[in-house]
């Protein structure tokens, strides 16, 4: 079974400022999909952006891009030109590319941002 | 707004009562998948719908029942409800419901036990 690791509980960041926010995964498989998913408190789960494994060059979203490192299993996202409206929980996802596969999401990153 | 909506926004109810959520799907898409998110188990995926049909199953418990209408709406039923049971209920939405589709979230319920 596939895991995704979150290990960064909260981030802090300051408008304006950069952050980078980290996930790890496990999976035997060749072929996937990650996403990263924002749940502000309004608790709606918003897509912020999406990455295919056989795809080498990084998503970008405005001012979200990622680091998608397939060796190394990692999937990091970089908010650039934080704002207040950032602030939010950050998950990061995996679905496999084969069948009717699922999301796995992982625990989370709080993503608190100061003026 | 995704496109998704559930009703309704809260519930709240006791232990041993049954309650169902509804969903409708994005305008197109023919998938549905429900999630839980609980404070200890994080968000876990309990079921899938496709086109009518069951298509995958998570950690849904004996308790929890879905189905999928013609019209393409959905719903979760909750039975026999423990206090365990209070989370928010997700339903997202997809075209076809294969890999490479993404999937959508609705607002949520949130369900408190008391």
């Known amino acids: 079974a596939q895991t995704v690791t979150q290990s960064q509980p909260e981030m802090s960041v300051q408008e304006a400022e950069t952050v980078t926010l980290s996930c790890t995964y496990d999976t035997s498989e060749s072929d996937y999909y990650l996403f990263w998913y924002k749940q502000p408190p309004s608790r709606q789960m918003i897509l912020v952006i999406r990455?295919?494994?056989?795809?080498?060059q990084n998503a970008t979203e405005n001012r979200f891009s990622v680091n998608f490192q397939k060796a190394a299993k990692s999937f990091s996202l970089k908010i650039s030109d934080s704002q207040l409206g950032d602030a939010a929980m950050y998950f990061c996802a995996y679905r496999s590319a084969y069948g009717y596969s699922t999301l796995t999401f992982g625990k989370g990153t709080m993503l608190l941002v100061s003026p | 707004d995704s496109g998704v909506t559930q009703t309704p926004k809260h519930l709240i109810t006791a232990t041993g009562q049954r309650v169902t959520l509804r969903c409708s799907p994005r305008?197109?898409?023919?998938?549905v998948y429900w999630y839980q998110q609980s404070l200890d188990q994080g968000l876990q995926f309990l079921i899938q719908y496709y086109n009518g049909e069951e298509r995958a199953k998570g950690n849904i418990l004996e308790r929890f029942s879905a189905q999928q209408f013609p019209d393409l709406h959905s719903e979760l039923n909750l039975s026999s409800l423990e206090l365990g049971d209070s989370a928010l209920y997700f339903c997202a939405s997809s075209p076809r419901g294969g890999s490479p589709d993404t999937q959508y979230f609705g607002p949520g319920t949130r369900l408190t036990v008391l």
């Open positions: 305008s197109g898409d023919l998938s």
């Open positions: 990455q295919e494994a056989y795809k080498q």
